[in-house]
Nanobody
Framework: QVQLVESGGGLVQAGGSLRLSCAAS????????MGWFRQAPGKEREFVAA????????NYADSVKGRFTISRDNANNTMYLQMNSLKPEDTAVYYC????????????????WGQGTQVTVSS
């Protein structure tokens, strides 16, 4: 059973930056994909970005392309989300998640989830 623990959330002004981390333990991450999702108040959870652990291929939601960068540290089993040019509409609880196989953005395919970390962007 894999454990996922997010960190790095906080309060930032619009235009600022934050870096989220997701530490994974309990299983090998090869041949898996890790992703970031977010849920804003009153809205459904949505896909943000994903990375295929072995190849490093990535995909992003259109709303964050060019502003967010997903990456991973193989040695430390940690995934990152560098968030730049933050906007108030990026305010949400951010979750990391794990799915077997290659890239995808469907929540139903991700079977393991972290507890989430709050990101608040003030205007």
């Amino acid at each position: 059973q894999v454990q996922l623990v997010e960190s790095g959330g906080g309060l930032v002004q619009a235009g600022g930056s934050l870096r989220l981390s997701c530490a994974a333990s309990g299983r090998t991450l090869s041949w898996n994909t890790m992703g970031w999702f977010r849920q804003a108040p009153g809205k459904e959870r949505e896909f943000v970005a994903a990375i295929a652990w072995s190849r490093g291929d990535t995909n992003y939601a259109d709303s964050v392309k060019g502003r967010f960068t997903i990456s991973r540290d193989n040695a430390n089993n940690t995934m990152y989300l560098q968030m730049n040019s933050l906007k108030p509409e990026d305010t949400a609880v951010y979750y990391c998640a794990l799915k077997p196989g290659g890239l995808g953005n469907l929540q139903l395919d991700f079977g393991s989830w972290g507890q989430g970390t709050q990101v608040t962007v003030s205007s």
